[in-house]
């Protein structure tokens, strides 16, 4: 009896939904350097939120805008609950030591296994004296439970509720380590769902920009490694269907603009007059007076790499928050201009993301080997999108 339930278990292999989540993969890219030409059916732009990759995943994974999940930029204005009180105090190493990135990245880590935090958490080069009026948003891993600020549920949570079988990768490992852990639960037929994490993409892009032969190179790895997937897949599942999309596109950098020296020249207190973070492609403002509000306004009125977003963007956008929470004032560079230095990093990049979310460089990708009739629009289609696969998947088995 029970080889022959082992038999009619390989005999009825059932379908698996697999996403294929490709981190900056933009919409511009697909069709500058194609990808999977003979599998894909369907390819369309994603629309993605204003903000970054914290922004972006949160909206992916629960479907909500950013006001509605509470993720927006890491650090935000809270002086009262901040933890980085003690921080300060390292303002006086040498900047040798401590403004570096590799010491950066340490501090970090041991920062990180202090408060017990399970999300990405990077100080990146915020300074030191600085940290005491943050706090920081990610504090808990995403893709667990009780990982989104206003406590929506993830899909995640949502498959669980369902009882759905799924593969998620480990954020933490590497592209490799992920693909290869996805094939052993492929190979047991343990899943009927799978949320494939690839992230190196965003970090090439950064260093070389969009028109790099390393940037072609990786595509092509990808392209070989989920044709192999594929396969792989299809000799242990009926059907399988791949669904790869990102979170946001790349611009090249085009110029770069030293905000935080010319605020300072204003002749105003950081922490007294106003408080500040400097995005890459974004400059936040909180303010202490009305003197300093206008003397900061009038600077930035005057600038015309970027704009004050209004109040009706930002409703368009989906990011008003609460009590200000990310910013009083948010000034957003124009597309290819980026903030150097920042609190993000002193050191120019060859490419960016964090624009408007209408830029073309930015917008997202999604491509399926289906000929589904429901193709997303953007990012807050996507929830949905996985859990009406996933139930499909189960159905069939």
Same mark, same amino acid.
């Given at each position: 009896?029970?080889?022959?339930?082992?038999?009619?278990?390989?005999?009825?292999?059932?379908?698996?939904?697999?996403?294929?989540?490709?981190?900056a993969?933009?919409w511009e890219?697909?069709?500058?350097?194609?990808?999977?030409?003979?599998?894909?059916?369907?390819a369309?732009?994603?629309?993605?939120v204003?903000?970054?990759?914290?922004?972006?995943?949160?909206?992916i994974?629960?479907?909500?805008k950013p006001?509605?999940h509470?993720?927006?930029?890491?650090?935000?204005?809270?002086p009262?609950?901040?933890?980085?009180?003690?921080?300060?105090?390292?303002?006086y190493?040498?900047?040798?030591? @401590?403004d570096?990135?590799?010491?950066r990245?340490?501090l970090?880590?041991?920062?990180k296994k202090?408060?017990g935090?399970?999300?990405?958490?990077?100080?990146?080069?915020t300074?030191?004296?600085y940290?005491?009026?943050?706090?920081?948003?990610?504090?808990?891993?995403?893709?667990?439970k009780?990982?989104i600020?206003?406590?929506?549920?993830?899909?995640?949570?949502?498959?669980?509720?369902?009882?759905?079988?799924?593969?998620?990768?480990?954020?933490?490992?590497?592209?490799?380590?992920?693909?290869?852990s996805?094939k052993?639960?492929?190979?047991?037929?343990?899943?009927?769902?799978?949320?494939?994490?690839?992230?190196?993409?965003?970090?090439?892009?950064h260093a070389?920009?969009?028109?790099?032969?390393?940037?072609?190179?990786?595509i092509?790895w990808?392209?070989n490694?989920?044709?192999?997937?594929?396969e792989f897949?299809?000799?242990h599942?009926?059907?399988v269907?791949?669904?790869?999309?990102?979170?946001?596109?790349?611009?090249?950098?085009?110029?770069h603009h030293?905000?935080?020296?010319?605020?300072e020249?204003?002749?105003?207190?950081?922490?007294?007059?106003? @408080?500040?973070?400097?995005?890459s492609?974004?400059?936040r403002?909180?303010f202490?007076?009305e003197t300093?509000q206008?003397v900061i306004?009038?600077?930035?009125?005057?600038?015309?790499?970027?704009?004050?977003?209004?109040?009706?963007?930002?409703?368009?956008?989906?990011?008003?928050?609460?009590?200000?929470?990310y910013?009083?004032l948010?000034?957003?560079?124009?597309?290819?201009?980026?903030?150097?230095?920042?609190?993000?990093?002193?050191?120019?990049?060859?490419?960016m993301?964090?624009y408007?979310?209408g830029?073309?460089?930015?917008?997202?990708?999604?491509?399926?080997?289906?000929?589904?009739?429901?193709?997303?629009?953007?990012?807050?289609?996507?929830c949905?999108?996985?859990?009406?696969?996933a139930?499909?998947?189960?159905?069939?088995?």
């Amino acid at each position: 009896m029970k080889q022959k339930a082992e038999m009619k278990k390989m005999e009825n292999k059932n379908t698996l939904s697999l996403f294929v989540f490709i981190d900056a993969f933009g919409w511009e890219l697909y069709k500058k350097y194609g990808f999977l030409d003979g599998m894909i059916k369907t390819a369309s732009p994603l629309g993605t939120v204003l903000g970054y990759s914290a922004t972006c995943v949160p909206t992916i994974l629960t479907g909500k805008k950013p006001e509605e999940h509470g993720h927006f930029s890491f650090f935000y204005f809270d002086p009262k609950n901040t933890p980085f009180r003690f921080l300060k105090w390292l303002k006086y190493l040498p900047a040798s030591l @401590v403004d570096r990135a590799r010491p950066r990245n340490v501090l970090s880590k041991l920062i990180k296994k202090i408060f017990g935090y399970t999300g990405y958490f990077q100080l990146y080069n915020t300074p030191f004296e600085y940290l005491p009026f943050f706090d920081y948003s990610e504090k808990r891993d995403l893709y667990v439970k009780d990982g989104i600020n206003s406590s929506d549920k993830t899909i995640f949570d949502y498959l669980d509720d369902e009882a759905i079988s799924y593969h998620v990768s480990d954020w933490q490992g590497t592209e490799e380590m992920n693909i290869e852990s996805l094939k052993s639960d492929i190979a047991r037929q343990s899943i009927n769902f799978a949320y494939l994490y690839l992230a190196s993409m965003d970090g090439l892009l950064h260093a070389h920009g969009t028109d790099s032969n390393v940037i072609e190179k990786k595509i092509r790895w990808y392209e070989n490694k989920l044709v192999e997937l594929s396969e792989f897949a299809y000799e242990h599942y009926d059907d399988v269907r791949i669904h790869v999309f990102s979170d946001h596109g790349m611009k090249d950098v085009i110029h770069h603009h030293d905000m935080i020296k010319n605020i300072e020249a204003l002749g105003l207190t950081f922490g007294m007059d106003y @408080v500040a973070y400097y995005d890459s492609t974004m400059a936040r403002f909180w303010f202490q007076s009305e003197t300093a509000q206008k003397v900061i306004e009038s600077f930035l009125l005057q600038q015309t790499y970027g704009r004050i977003l209004s109040e009706q963007e930002l409703a368009d956008f989906g990011c008003q928050f609460k009590n200000n929470l990310y910013g009083e004032l948010i000034y957003l560079m124009e597309p290819g201009h980026i903030i150097c230095p920042s609190f993000m990093g002193k050191k120019p990049v060859a490419g960016m993301h964090g624009y408007e979310p209408g830029d073309l460089d930015s917008v997202a990708l999604y491509a399926t080997n289906t000929e589904t009739g429901s193709i997303p629009n953007d990012l807050t289609d996507m929830c949905s999108l996985m859990l009406n696969e996933a139930d499909l998947s189960r159905k069939a088995a």
